[in-house]
């Protein structure tokens, strides 16, 4: 059965940072591209960030050089990196990995 399950969201003044993870299971994890997304009420869910099973990354404009995504494959976690955060950036954000999702953690960041 496979698992993603994202955590580390929650409310930050604009310009903070956070780091959201998404542990994997029941994939090989090593193997397989993961992908951050994020979605707010009346939109369609936006794809911020990729990382392939070899580290190639790539990003969203919007993200770019603020976001940084990472792997670690013995823990089988992506995780996402946000910094320079901004009101724009609230969104629940998604974890995506061998076409399954992850349940959402909501990110808030206030002016």
Do not use: H
Not at 13 to 26: N, P
Not at 56 to 69: C, E, K, L, M, P
Not at 81 to 93: C, F, G, I, R, W
């Amino acid at each position: 059965q496979v698992q993603l399950v994202e955590s580390g969201g929650g409310l930050v003044q604009a310009g903070g940072s956070l780091r959201l993870s998404c542990k994997a299971s029941g994939i090989i994890f090593s193997a397989i591209g993961m992908r951050w997304y994020r979605q707010t009420p009346g939109k369609e869910r936006e794809l911020v960030a990729t990382i392939t099973g070899t580290g190639t990354t790539n990003y969203a404009d919007s993200v770019q050089g603020r976001f940084a995504i990472s792997r670690d494959n013995a823990k089988n976690t992506v995780y996402l990196q946000m910094n320079s955060l901004k009101p724009e950036d609230t969104a629940v954000y998604y974890c995506w990995g061998a076409a399954y999702w992850g349940q959402g953690t909501r990110v808030t960041v206030s002016s």
